[in-house]
């Protein structure tokens, strides 16, 4: 055997021992240099609107998240709205306002992932109150109930803070967790509103111009009974009074 190939073949040999020893010290990193799928284990746990809401584990982080991806058969123009809603989601960081974690594509489609909260929604509580099915239980008496509602509106004091309108707001967007926490949740008719004197990094970060060119201008859209005024009345102008009307 050549000397050459004899250099060659322990070169090898110690290249696979490093290899084993940087598995053997690293195991997280190398798990890590090695994924190929970021999400499985696929649950499908909620359906509505223009997207639905998988739970599923993120291999990166090892935890559950919620991802959210579009109808199947949702057509591309529609993918910069769910982008839209994702990003301006992102900007609004605030502990009663849901956390999202990662933009992206699967199978040529946007997705996006959030925090999983157990527990359910502020529209179910209310359902089972009416039902009195939590007659007889103190988990949800009017004390509870006011607390939710003040930390909604700590979250919607935050967003109007930002120049951000929700136009959305109902029990079935917000979402209620077994330890306390209250989570505004679906921005998906979300709208900055135009404010050309704030400047800085907010008016940078919320930029009407990025974030507006795909909303309800002309449209009626949002839910009946919590709706304002100006959101039925063509060319109504929506502001934070618009919100606080829902509230």
Request: with cysteine; glycine share 6%.
């Amino acid at each position: 055997m050549s000397d050459n190939k004899k250099e060659s073949n322990l070169k090898d040999l110690f290249d696979l021992a490093m290899s084993d020893a940087e598995e053997a010290f690293n195991p997280l990193f190398t798990s890590l240099q090695s994924l190929e799928e970021r999400y499985s284990n696929q649950e499908l746990i909620a359906s509505g609107g223009m997207k639905r809401i998988h739970k599923v584990l993120d291999a990166a982080a090892d935890r559950y998240v919620a991802l959210a991806r579009l109808h199947e058969g949702t057509h591309k123009e529609h993918f910069d709205s769910f982008i839209r809603e994702a990003r301006l989601t992102a900007k609004l960081e605030h502990p009663n306002i849901m956390a999202v974690y990662d933009i992206g594509t699967l199978e040529s489609e946007p997705y996006f992932t959030m925090e999983l909260k157990s527990g359910g929604s502020l529209e179910d509580i209310i359902n089972l109150r009416k039902s009195r099915q939590l007659e007889n239980s103190k988990t949800y008496n009017l004390e509870r109930m006011l607390g939710i509602f003040l930390k909604v509106c700590d979250a919607m004091s935050f967003a109007h803070s930002k120049r951000v309108l929700h136009l959305d707001l109902k029990p079935a967007n917000i979402q209620v967790g077994d330890f306390g926490e209250v989570l505004v949740c679906d921005w998906g008719l979300g709208k900055v509103l135009d404010d050309p004197e704030n400047a800085g990094t907010d008016a940078l970060l919320f930029n009407p111009d990025l974030l507006n060119h795909m909303t309800l201008s002309g449209h009626v859209k949002g839910t009946p009974g919590y709706m304002a005024p100006e959101q039925i009345s063509k060319g109504g102008e929506k502001s934070i009074l618009t919100d606080i009307y829902a509230l």
